[in-house]
């Protein structure tokens, strides 16, 4: 509970709202825009009886971006080294980088995370939206050509 409690923080902190789902598994999430108000995808979780709450970054709405659309490559860059180097999501980071953002996998258990580690995960999302601290309005990156 204290993750989760963590997980609404730090959305709230992001300004990025927590939407339910209905689905026969408990599940939510804090979808991810850009500047320009492009889907970039979601920060869910995911509750399974047995296996516990479990956090997944699915970024593939990202990955069907046109060149043009697409967050400047340093700020992806910046985002897959902070997953990368956080403990507890190094393999979400590494496995987004080699996909190149084609797969939501692994989920990484919650209760498992260290708080900061959540927290870091969620504040690297910024990265990728631009300057708002929220969803959608702030000035955006460069694409992939203008780099």
């Known amino acids: 509970m204290p993750n989760f409690l963590a997980f ?3 959305a709230a902190t992001l300004e990025l709202e927590f939407q339910g789902s209905r689905a026969v598994s408990a599940s939510g999430g804090l979808k991810i ?3 320009q108000g492009r889907r970039l995808g979601t920060v869910s979780l995911f509750h399974f009886s047995g296996q516990g ?3 997944e970054f699915n970024l593939i709405p990202m990955s069907r971006l046109s060149d043009e659309d697409w967050p400047a490559e340093t700020a992806v860059e910046s985002f897959l080294n902070e ?4 403990p507890g999501l190094t ?3 590494e496995n987004l980088r080699y996909s190149h ?3 939501r996998r692994p ?3 919650l209760v498992a995370l260290e708080e900061d580690s959540l927290r870091r995960g969620l504040r690297a999302t910024r990265l990728l939206r631009g300057n708002r601290s929220g969803s959608g309005t702030s000035s955006g990156g ?6």
């Open 8 to 10: 609404m923080d730090e």
């Open 101 to 103: 953002f084609t797969t």
């Open 53 to 55: 709450t479990s956090i």
């Open 91 to 93: 393999e979400i980071g």
């Open 142 to 147: 460069e694409s992939r050509d203008q780099e």
């Open 107 to 109: 989920n990484v258990s």
């Open 33 to 35: 825009y850009d500047a």
């Open 83 to 86: 997953l990368s180097n956080t």
